[in-house]
């Protein structure tokens, strides 16, 4: 084998193993009610107290008891092309049903920042569905540069399926993984971008075999994480949440993010 086929096989092994870490943190958001369109969410605990945050957009219209969340299933993540999607649920166990969720608290910004906060109660065993990260650096910022990887649940992707033992027809949401680039702003961004409270990544796809629509998306993670070495051959096994995205700007292939400080400087004002 090769040096590069080996570096090859390491960079997708690694890959793998982050978005592992990162899908027990990240759930759907859904609703009772049929009009609803889903969004994702990223399971925190700070301070002792637990959270799901997600953009403000996905729940604003929404009574917190009429909220469900979808963790990820057992089955290990599966990298396949979005034409094989179809064929590869039909090879895969069903994910776990959406459950409701005793919200303690729940805080809304406002548009410009677009964050919903959901405080959960702790002694709802959820570790099979979805885990909480840990943020122990209620100080931490987003770095000016790097790379970051997105997760969620593209609307996209979803899949009218019917349950193989049940017999119900249900929508099917499928995660999908976007490694990209923090991006500096430009003079001609839009003037609903605040730096203080944003930031930009990278978004050069929209639709087709390599890249998906990403509505759906709205409050999943922005996620960084290290390489170390001479020349960053070594992946680092610690990640951080950076920030929750919320808008696409098509126009300049851009997604806009809010950074996990002011979200961070939220929770500890309004809901700790």
């Known amino acids: 084998m090769d040096k590069e086929t080996e570096k090859s096989i390491i960079e997708n092994s690694a890959a793998d193993a982050l978005l592992e870490v990162i899908s027990h943190h990240t759930v759907c958001i859904t609703s009772v009610r049929k009009d609803h369109q889903h969004g994702t969410g990223v399971a925190i605990c700070v ?29 290990p993540l599966v990298n396949v092309a979005k034409e094989e999607i179809g064929d590869t649920i039909e090879k895969c166990k069903f994910p776990t049903h959406p459950v409701a969720l005793p919200i303690a608290r ?132 610690s990640i951080s949440l950076i920030g929750i995205e919320h808008t696409w700007d098509k126009l300049r292939k851009l997604l806009k993010a809010t950074r996990i400080e002011w979200i961070l400087e939220m929770i500890t004002a309004k809901m700790v």
């Open 47 to 75: 301070l002792g107290k637990y959270f799901i945050i997600t953009a403000g957009h996905v729940i604003k219209n929404e009574d917190p008891t009429s909220l469900r969340f979808l963790g990820r299933s057992e089955t």
């Open 106 to 237: 729940h805080f809304i910004s406002d548009s410009g920042a677009d964050i919903g906060i959901l405080e959960i109660d702790p002694n709802v065993p959820t570790e099979k569905t979805f885990q909480f990260h840990k943020i122990k650096d209620i100080n931490q910022k987003v770095p000016k540069e790097g790379a970051v990887v997105l997760f969620g649940f593209p609307g996209e992707l979803a899949q009218w399926v019917k349950h193989r033992e049940t017999g119900k027809v249900g929508n099917l949401v499928v995660p999908w993984a976007e490694f990209t680039q923090i991006s500096k702003p430009s003079n001609n961004i839009s003037s609903s971008f605040d730096e203080r409270i944003h930031f930009l990544l990278d978004y050069p796809v929209s639709t087709g075999e390599f890249g998906v629509n990403p509505h759906g998306m709205s409050g999943g993670g922005v996620w960084s994480y290290k390489k170390i070495g001479k020349s960053g051959e070594i992946w680092a096994p």
